[in-house]
């Protein structure tokens, strides 16, 4: 039993320990690189006045928007890479990873083919002033050839994943940093490139993280004499794996627009509050992130060795960790409450706001740390459309919620607890999942 555990004192000792920390810290630090890549950009392009990095920040928007869509590249290739490995067939995992970068490829040139011509479009519709529009279409036109990197990227992290190695993409991010970092240092402010500058270094940075990836994952193809050509039958079923945590991300993100456009319509300073808690809800997500994707690589590999009471017991490890790192970060949160809103504005009326978010967002730690494990859990298992299903189902309540705190005019706070439902219908909807048996489906494929 999977919830029970959260009664239970966490014991001091586990032997899953060692290899959930073994995964989650380096992801970890993956996944804290990776929003340095457009701080960069900001602070470098911030130089060149605020016309240009407004467009920076509306384009970046874009393709955060991208990429988070796009996230099922590496969820499912891990799900899929780890049972193969599982099964104790690392040929088949291999030729799994070389599917998952097919379907990268031709998703990224797709999205090339479609994104140039409608660029005016997107940026006019993220709302760009006539003085930003200019640079933001500069800054999104040149990034769109970055994308079959970026998904490749995607990709070939949900393949080294699925081999239980999280070590090469942390050094990989970490690469690409300080290559885009170094470039956009030389294109802005050395060569006067501006804008445009700014998004050829990262293109570059991008490609050469992507073939690192692509060298990594054909080495593997030699070593265990995997297929490189692409496979109609593994990219179909690569596809339809995609397509299930695709709902699940688009359910994800109608929280997200639709929790930012109430809290605008509330007035500036409910939106300036509502934007820095959703800064630190964010940070204290990839804490919890981090082990929900050493669940993914886990849970794929037991199950894929056909150890289900395996899975099941360091599951329940994992919960525990979950509600451990969640009633840590909410003290934490709670301890530097008083003072965290002076980090970001002097308006009294922004404090007041944030004040009382992030007493909500601090009690939802420990939901969330159990939540994010799970999903990670039942990623891992291959249990898409469960996920897709559940997932609409919790943001069909968020949403009417979320209109009737705005409505009867609960501020901020009314927002957060509409969140916290949202959270809360989560919780039950994977814990019951997880106390059944259906997500157990033992071998090398998910039937």
Do not use: K
Request: aromatic share 6%; net charge positive; glycine share 12%.
């Amino acid at each position: 039993m999977v919830l029970p555990a959260l009664r239970r004192r966490v014991p001091e000792r586990s032997p899953y320990d060692r290899e959930i920390l073994r995964l989650a810290v380096p992801a970890l630090g993956a996944l804290l690189a990776e929003p340095l890549f457009l701080l960069a950009d900001s602070a470098i392009v911030g130089r060149l006045g605020t016309a240009p990095l407004g467009g920076l920040g509306v384009a970046g928007q874009a393709l955060a928007t991208l990429v988070y869509v796009c996230v099922f590249l590496a969820y499912g290739t891990t799900a899929a890479v780890a049972r193969q490995v599982g099964a104790g067939d690392l040929r088949a995992a291999v030729r799994q990873g070389v599917d998952g970068l097919w379907l990268a490829l031709v998703i990224g040139a797709g999205l090339i083919a479609v994104g140039r011509p409608l660029t005016p479009w997107i940026i006019d519709l993220f709302g760009a002033s006539a003085t930003v529009t200019p640079y933001a279409e500069t800054y999104l036109e040149i990034s769109l050839f970055g994308v079959p990197a970026m998904l490749v990227i995607l990709a070939g992290t949900g393949v080294l994943r699925g081999l239980q190695d999280t070590r090469t993409p942390l050094w990989v991010t970490a690469g690409a940093f300080a290559l885009n970092l170094v470039l956009n240092v030389v294109f802005v402010l050395h060569l006067g490139w501006g804008v445009a500058g700014s998004a050829w270094g990262t293109v570059i940075a991008q490609n050469a993280g992507a073939a690192v990836y692509v060298a990594v994952v054909l080495r593997g193809a030699r070593r265990h004499h995997a297929l490189i050509r692409p496979d109609l039958a593994g990219l179909r079923a690569a596809a339809t794996a995609g397509a299930h945590l695709l709902v699940r991300t688009l359910a994800l993100r109608v929280v997200l627009i639709v929790g930012t456009a109430l809290a605008a319509r509330m007035g500036d300073a409910q939106i300036a509050a509502y934007q820095v808690g959703f800064l630190v809800w964010t940070l204290l997500a990839m804490g919890h992130d981090a082990v929900a994707i050493a669940g993914q690589a886990i849970t794929g590999r037991y199950l894929g060795a056909g150890d289900a009471a395996g899975a099941r017991r360091v599951t329940r490890r994992m919960v525990q960790w979950g509600v451990a790192g969640g009633v840590l970060f909410a003290l934490l949160l709670l301890a530097v409450r008083p003072w965290l809103p002076g980090l970001f504005t002097e308006d009294p009326a922004v404090r007041s706001a944030l004040l009382g978010t992030l007493l909500v967002v601090a009690a939802l730690q420990p939901v969330a740390g159990v939540v994010f494990v799970l999903d990670g859990v039942l990623i891992g298992a291959g249990d898409m459309r469960y996920l897709a299903v559940t997932t609409l189902l919790g943001t069909g309540v968020f949403v009417p919620a979320a209109l009737l705190a705005h409505g009867v005019g609960g501020g901020l706070v009314g927002l957060w607890l509409a969140i916290g439902l949202w959270m809360v219908v989560r919780l039950v909807t994977l814990g019951r999942r997880a106390r059944g048996s259906a997500w157990l489906v033992t071998g090398a494929v998910r039937a």
